[in-house]
């Protein structure tokens, strides 16, 4: 169901307005397909390829791992929201569990399209860090969890093949930052909190260069 809330943060924040129409009841397939195009398309594309470097691409990605994120953004009975972002947290907030995992399985459904050009040459190190890591910094290689085509182990491991570069390096440096810290194994914070500036921007360039069959 689209929400007066939502309604008036895509405006806000986009200057996007929805079309009109009246609110209803349940949340149908027309009812995803609104929300897709009056509050998702503008961060992250109406097939869910962005095209913003610093807002993740969704498609192709697994439907629990997205209703897991889409859950962890949500502020719940007041408390803060496990993973941070304050449009996500107002938007997250005026979804229910029903509502989320349609939009999730939406996403998850759609064709991806790699975020960086065919031509890129991305550093070995990024490509040797994700294929064998990094024994003496005791790095494991990110294959182990994600995969070799960067396919990812649903619903724990994520899709990560053409992911935006700049979002991954972000998302990398939150991890040893602890600003984000929704991997409750901890894995991605160790991992991260060993990786260098140089090799975090080498393994984001390679992952936004593979491409899954």
Known sequence: MIRMAITAIVIACYGIAPAAGETK????????????ETVCS??????????????PVLAGQDAAYLFKQLKEFRST???PAVRGSPVMTAITTTLND???KALARYFSQQATAS?????????AMGRDLWRKGHFERGIPACTGCHGPTGAGVPPQYPRLAGQHAEYTELQLKNFDSEERSNDKNRTMQMVAGKL??????????????????
């Open 98 to 100: 029903a509502e989320m």
């Open 115 to 123: 975020a960086a050009p065919a031509d890129a040459k991305p550093a």
């Open 25 to 36: 009841n349940g949340f149908s397939s027309a009812d995803v397909r609104e929300t897709i």
């Open 77 to 79: 009975d007041g408390k």
């Open 196 to 213: 260098s500036g140089k090799q975090i921007t080498a393994l984001a360039d390679y992952i936004a260069s593979l491409r899954q069959p």
């Open 42 to 55: 503008a961060c992250h594309g109406i097939d869910g390829n962005s095209t913003v470097p610093s807002n």
